[in-house]
């Protein structure tokens, strides 16, 4: 069956270290990744995509990468700050049309301590 | 920029009443989106619209949900008649124009939270 996992429900670390969640998936063939980022009581927002033919992207403190063959993709957050608690959330789009729908993984919430 | 914007918030009912949310998308946005999490679980897509034609709506539980977008603008989604396991938090969600370059991400609304009783 198709499925998509995250790591851990939660992760806790310590402010400026380096939080590393990760995103499985299963019997997809995604055309991009895409992570997000959830508050409480809010919607998703979108932080990065990454191509199929793409290993790796980056954007300030983001950092994604994307194993085709492991079926993998590691999101890092370097000099993690409390402002950075959230809930993240890894999604496919197997890019059957050039707009589809987002297939959604459930989550890691992410506590940095100060 | 105003962003996606949905109405109510919050709605509390009783199983076999019904319900309709509204989602009014980014403004130029072509495709708008319905997404549902239930307790525990992940969002899972609902349907697809790209200005007022549905193109996939492979996600809708059942026919007790019924979505429309006429004129291509704001979209509402009715349950008739709600059911307990229909709880949860809808999001809408809409992206620009599909011929871009660029893959087109999805901006999300705030949700509406949903409780049948």
């Known amino acids: 069956s198709q499925k998509i996992e995250q790591n851990s429900e939660a992760l806790n670390i310590q402010e400026g270290k380096t939080a590393t969640l990760t995103c499985n998936y299963t019997n997809y063939s995604p055309a991009y990744l895409q992570w997000y980022r959830q508050d409480p009581g809010r919607g998703p927002v979108f932080l990065l995509l990454?191509?199929?033919?793409?290993k790796e992207k980056r954007k300030e403190r983001l950092k994604v990468t994307f194993d085709t063959t492991l079926k993998q993709s590691l999101f890092h957050i370097t000099a993690s700050q409390p402002a950075d608690s959230a809930t993240y959330l890894c999604?496919?789009?197997?890019?059957?049309?050039?707009?589809?729908?987002?297939?959604f993984g459930s989550g890691t919430r992410l506590s940095i301590r100060p | 920029e105003a962003g996606v914007t949905q109405f109510p918030s919050h709605s509390v009912i009783e199983k076999g009443q019904t319900v309709t949310l509204r989602c009014d998308p980014i403004s130029g946005h072509d495709n708008l989106y319905w997404y549902r999490r239930v307790m525990g679980k992940e969002i899972k897509f609902l349907l697809h619209?790209?200005?007022?034609?549905?193109?996939?709506e492979s996600g809708m539980p059942n026919n007790r949900f019924l979505a429309e977008r006429t004129g291509g603008t704001y979209s509402t989604l009715k349950v008739q008649p709600a059911e307990l396991e229909d709880s949860g938090v809808y999001f809408c969600?809409?992206?620009?124009?599909?011929?871009?370059?660029?893959?087109?991400?999805?901006?999300f609304g705030p949700g509406t939270r949903l409780l049948v009783l």
């Open positions: 619209f790209v200005k007022e034609s549905k193109q996939d």
């Open positions: 990454i191509r199929e033919n793409e």
């Open positions: 999604a496919l789009d197997e890019g059957y049309s050039s707009a589809s729908k987002i297939i």
């Open positions: 969600a809409s992206s620009q124009d599909p011929l871009r370059e660029n893959r087109e991400t999805q901006y």
